[in-house]
């Protein structure tokens, strides 16, 4: 990892009832950047991306040898929220 990279981690998570289900909002180490699924159906999400990089470089420097929207990055994402969470570790 480059020395100006932050490593990106899961710092928080709040959840919150929908029509639907349960939606969450998970705050990160990068400032800006928030972990989201709206609990609606739709996929776990990054928005909104900081303005220091365009979706498309967060992307590439955070998950360069996965396709964006693919179902690999939402499983990523939710990766993230896991190790956060204590979930599927022996900690």
């Given amino acids: 990892m480059p020395m100006n990279k932050i490593e990106l981690k899961v710092t928080g998570v709040r959840y919150f009832n929908t029509r639907r289900g349960l939606g969450y909002e998970c705050k990160t180490t990068i400032p800006g950047v928030t972990i ?3 609990g609606d ?3 776990t999400y990054v928005d909104p991306i900081p303005s220091k ?4 470089d967060f992307h ?3 998950f360069p040898n996965i396709s964006h929207g693919s179902m690999q ?13 204590g979930v599927g ?3």
Wanted: net charge negative; hydrophobic share 15%.
């Fill in 53 to 56: 990089y365009t979706n498309r």
């Fill in 36 to 38: 989201w699924n709206d």
């Fill in 89 to 91: 570790t022996n900690t």
């Fill in 60 to 62: 590439k420097t955070y």
């Fill in 73 to 85: 990055y939402e499983e990523a994402l939710e990766q993230l929220i896991n190790e956060y969470e």
């Fill in 41 to 43: 159906g739709g996929p």
